[in-house]
């Protein structure tokens, strides 16, 4: 649905995005992942028909963004960085000025409005002005515009930035209520966000690509070991040699109050390491995998991999 | 046409949404209102001692001199005013990001240019429209000839017309709303006073050529009754010089 091809954009002797290469499948939903100024915004702009690119291709539903730009500008819903507001607008009058310009049909202009209205949750303000709703709701009236042609691709530039937890929980379920019908593009600093939303992940760093795919053959391919992370009411020498005793068990080591536990990518010990602690009583107070996503991450952008 | 027509209405709105229009029609009503009341009251001094020699009786015309002077008065106000209204038009959207909805919507950079010039052309009828109600004491109390007054009112048109363009122009050209509108006044005071060169050079060619540039130059028939096609052919060449100019501002981005 998204179809990246050698794309660079040059800002005069500035690289900001060097020959990317992507690919994103219909009604799924990709994260962009990437430290700030890795090109994250850029590529989005280029595949909405914003910039144009210095070279390369990209393919958005069907149509080049280059040579066909009106045709993409009418199937993809687009909230850029800065959420593009008219202050002295009204809710509703915006959304209708943007069906407008999106060509939405005269006929379902309204029926669209109040569809975003109800979906982005802004039926209360609908009917406010712009500058006087909160930061909240300003960048649910940016998703609200961008989903307002029912567009086949969605490309989000942070979506859940400066909203309160509450918010984002709840725009999260509304991007995952649209995975199927929609192809999703989303930008995004939160790491845990990108393993609760998206299928899969394209992360870039100095507008390089990085890694691309889903989170499970990233962590395949940039992790040699899996393990956990066990918190215990007492973590010492003599626990993590307990540890040691289990069969398969790489490494063990003591991080503070808890143990890590590392074994070979492909066995699955987290069971045992379980039992043991129960076993032997040490009092388990906690145990999470160790392969998070901001592992993976920062070892990613820094182009490190595990030996 | 339907998406020229939709930024029409958004930008009319956006004009009549916050206190520029109100400010600037007020204004502009005050002013022309007391250049019309100071005329009135001279034309009456005027007429009364004229009356008294049968002769200057006869010269006695409303229209030169009530109409005429005030149209010339209004175009310099507009000089001051235009820049006022224009300089927001790209500038606003470049500064706040709302440019980026606009490019990448399905519109072409002539049809943003187009309806933003139309809306501030609507936003200049209603100016002028305004104060033709003052006219119409004039026309019940005494009794100029229509056919001046509709083209005084009509060269006040396309010279603004030809102002809200140059104001266009140099609002692509920065996110500054300020920088927009002091280019803007300077380029026009510059293009009213450039006939100032006919009295150097004693009729050299080239002073009749920078003369011709003037707007002062071409509005000057008008006022008395009468539209020669060069004037009228220039203030359109004005105005579509500048929209060119807009456009090629914007669409410079696609190449950049």
Known sequence: MIEVRELTKKYGELVAVDSLTFKVEPGRIWGLLGPNAAGKTTTMRILTGYLPATA???????HDVFDEPDAVKRVIGYLPEVVPLYPDMTVAGYLAFVAEIKQVPKAQRKAAVARVLGSAGLKDVGGRLIKNISRGYKQRVGIAQAMINDPQVLILDEPTIGLD????????????????EHTILLSTHILPEVTQVCDGVIIINEGRLKACGSLEELAASFERTDGVVVKLRRAGADEAALFRGIPGVEKVAVEGSEIRVEWSRGRDLRDDVARLALDRGLGLREMRSLAGIEDLYLKIVSGRSEP | MSNVWSLVKKEVRAYFGSPIAYVVMFSFLLLVGYF????VLWFNAQAMQMAQNPYYAQQVNINEMVFSPLFHNMSIVLIFVIPLLTMRLLAEEKKTGTDELLYTSPLTVGQIVVGKYVAALVLLAVLLGLT??????AFVLGNPELAPWLTGYLGLFLMGAAFIAVGLFFSSLTDNQIVAAILTLMTLLLFLLLNWVSSLGSGAAWTKVVSYLSFSEHFEDMTRGIVDTKDVVYYLSVSFFGLFLAHSVLQSRRWR
Do not use: C, H
Request: glycine share 10%; aromatic share 10%.
């Open chain 1, 56 to 62: 390369g291709q990209a393919v958005v539903a069907g």
């Open chain 1, 165 to 180: 937890p509450a918010q984002i929980m709840e725009i999260r379920e509304l991007i995952k209520s649209l995975r199927g």
């Open chain 2, 36 to 39: 019309f009341y100071s005329l």
């Open chain 2, 132 to 137: 033709a109600v003052l006219s119409v004491f």
